[in-house]
């Protein structure tokens, strides 16, 4: 490999890891706000034990001898 290759292929091996480097803080900075926000929000809460309640719920009718819905 010439020398100027050598150059080459080190200055595009530096810009990868850059913007590589600027990708994961992208994306961190993205998901941590993001989801931060959404479990601070309560939006996970509900879904969990929405389904835990209507399970209950379910079983309950299921042995009353009543329809499931």
Do not use: C, P, W, Y
Request: proline share 0%; charged share 45%; aromatic share 6%.
């Amino acid at each position: 490999m010439t020398e100027a290759a050598r150059k080459v292929a080190q200055q595009t091996e530096e810009r990868l890891d850059e913007v590589a480097k600027n990708v994961r803080e992208r994306f961190d900075r993205f998901t941590e706000t993001r989801f931060t926000d959404e479990i601070k929000n309560g939006r996970f809460a509900d879904q969990v034990d929405h389904g835990v309640d209507q399970g209950r719920d379910e079983a309950r009718r299921r042995k009353q001898g009543g329809s499931e819905h």
